[in-house]
């Protein structure tokens, strides 16, 4: 039968295996007032329905009655009004911090994402304040920040960024790095993400490769995309299966045929990396040279394949059949319209194994740390390793 597996979103941190560290030590999200009062306000705030703003009006009434807030309130409550987009409340409490300079570095995580709502050039206009503060920035200063340049695809504000950081000084880290090259890799500069690794001072891992990869893909470059996977394989970096989507993506781009297909693949069994099934949803929407997404499949579609693109898919399909792997909308889509039978298991052939920590399966995570900054994180659903 297959494995159930839990949703992301409703799994703790623990059950991933997951620890995220800013400098010396954990962040740690739990906060506390001394006042019993104030205390039961912050509970308030982390109640269930409060971040999307269920109690605002009551909470927000209630924390301007206090006439000296403790920095943890004060912390919860940027953090809250930032979660349910508050913004000129937010602004407002900010001034007051400012003005009896009780701001603290951890608010100015949430303060750099809730300017990010308004302009990014305001959210980076938050980290001079915070030197005007006397306040020296962080690493979860930074990933706010790198999380708003990502999102508005904002390559040459991730670039500045890394380069005052580095003026400043700022250790970087593998999570760090990867964010940067994320943003970078989305503009589909490849050179750019690559000088990235040049410059690097911390370990090198897969995912930085993977954004190089991210980055041919974008871009279209099949010729880039396999001389990154020689070059990870030089730096004692395995390829995984995201590595080889990507790689597959750029092909697809690049328009490349079966031949460049197949010498992936021939990589990818070389270096004993399982499929999952988005890579199989992607190698099918190579071959159909269709979207994976919005898209209706018709019979004329395929009827009008070249013989050789259907001998490829249906391929592709018994492949799926004899992985175990769970058949996405797609596939199922596919296989119905090109009519393939599942193989039937020889008497002394045993049935194909399940799922299990042998047989990679990585997702992509993209989740908030201990102190508001978006993460991302790649989970093996097989092994629950992360990277």
């Given at each position: 039968?297959p494995?159930?597996?839990?949703?992301?979103a409703?799994?703790?941190?623990?059950?991933?295996?997951?620890?995220?560290k800013?400098?010396?030590?954990?962040?740690?999200?739990r906060?506390?007032?001394?006042d019993?009062?104030?205390?039961?306000?912050?509970?308030e705030?982390?109640?269930?329905?409060?971040?999307?703003?269920?109690n605002?009006?009551?909470i927000?009434e209630a924390?301007g009655?206090i006439?000296?807030?403790?920095p943890?309130?004060?912390?919860?409550?940027l953090?809250l009004?930032?979660?349910?987009?508050?913004?000129?409340e937010?602004f407002?409490?900010?001034?007051e911090?400012?003005?009896?300079?009780?701001?603290?570095v951890r608010?100015?995580?949430d303060m750099?994402?809730?300017?990010?709502?308004v302009?990014?050039?305001l959210?980076?206009a938050?980290l001079?304040?915070m030197?005007?503060s006397?306040?020296?920035?962080?690493?979860?200063n930074?990933?706010?920040l790198?999380?708003?340049?990502?999102?508005?695809?904002?390559?040459?504000?991730?670039?500045?960024?890394?380069?005052q950081?580095r003026q400043?000084s700022v250790?970087?880290?593998?999570?760090?790095l990867?964010s940067v090259?994320?943003?970078?890799?989305?503009?589909?500069?490849?050179?750019?993400?690559?000088?990235?690794?040049l410059e690097?001072?911390?370990?090198?891992?897969?995912?930085h490769?993977?954004c190089?990869l991210d980055?041919c893909?974008v871009?279209?470059?099949?010729?880039?995309?396999?001389?990154?996977?020689?070059?990870?394989?030089?730096?004692?970096?395995?390829?995984d299966?995201i590595s080889?989507n990507?790689?597959l993506?750029?092909?697809?781009?690049?328009?490349?045929?079966?031949?460049?297909?197949?010498?992936l693949?021939?990589d990818?069994?070389?270096?004993e990396?399982?499929p999952n099934e988005l890579?199989?949803e992607r190698h099918i929407a190579?071959?159909?040279r269709i979207?994976?997404q919005g898209v209706?499949?018709?019979?004329e579609?395929?009827?009008?394949?070249?013989?050789?693109?259907?001998?490829?898919a249906?391929?592709?399909?018994?492949k799926?059949?004899?992985s175990?792997?769970?058949?996405t909308r797609l596939?199922?889509?596919?296989?119905?319209?090109?009519t393939?039978?599942?193989?039937?298991?020889?008497?002394?052939e045993p049935?194909?194994?399940?799922?299990?920590a042998?047989?990679?399966?990585?997702?992509?995570?993209r989740?908030?740390?201990?102190?508001?900054?978006?993460?991302?994180?790649f989970w093996?659903?097989?092994s629950?390793?992360t990277?």
């Open positions: 039968q494995r159930r597996v839990v949703p992301l409703k799994m703790s941190r623990r059950q991933l295996g997951l620890t995220i800013t400098g010396a030590e954990t962040t740690d999200s906060l506390s007032c001394t019993p009062e104030q205390q039961k306000l912050l509970k705030m982390f109640s269930k329905g409060a971040a999307q703003g269920h605002w009006d009551k927000y924390y009655q006439s000296t807030p403790e943890a309130l004060s912390t919860a409550f953090s009004a930032e979660k349910c987009g508050k913004i000129k937010a407002d409490v900010y001034a911090l400012r003005r009896r300079k009780e701001l603290t608010m100015y995580s750099i994402r809730i300017a990010g709502r302009h990014s050039a959210a980076h938050m001079a304040d030197k005007v006397r306040l020296d920035p962080n690493p979860p930074y990933l706010a790198l999380e708003i340049y990502k999102k508005e695809k904002d390559a040459a504000g991730a670039r500045t960024l890394w380069q950081m400043d250790q970087g880290s593998e999570v760090m990867c090259m994320s943003v970078i890799a989305k503009s589909g500069d490849v050179a750019g993400a690559e000088a990235l690794l690097a001072d911390c370990p090198i891992i897969t995912a490769f993977n190089c980055a893909h871009a279209g470059d099949a010729d880039s995309a396999f001389r990154i996977l020689e070059e990870m394989k030089a730096a004692n970096c395995s390829p299966v080889y990507s790689a993506g750029a092909i697809d781009r690049a328009k490349g045929g079966k031949e460049e297909r197949d010498r693949l021939q990818m069994e070389k270096n990396v399982q890579f199989m190579c071959v159909l979207p994976q209706k499949l018709t019979s579609l395929i009827d009008n394949l070249p013989e050789e693109a259907q001998s490829e249906r391929e592709v399909l018994q799926m059949d004899a175990g792997l769970r058949y596939l199922r889509e596919v296989k119905r319209l090109l393939v039978d599942s193989p039937a298991p020889q008497a002394d049935p194909p194994l399940p799922l299990s042998e047989r990679t399966d990585w997702v992509k995570v989740r908030k740390d201990d102190a508001g900054s978006m993460i991302e994180y093996d659903r097989g629950g390793l990277q």
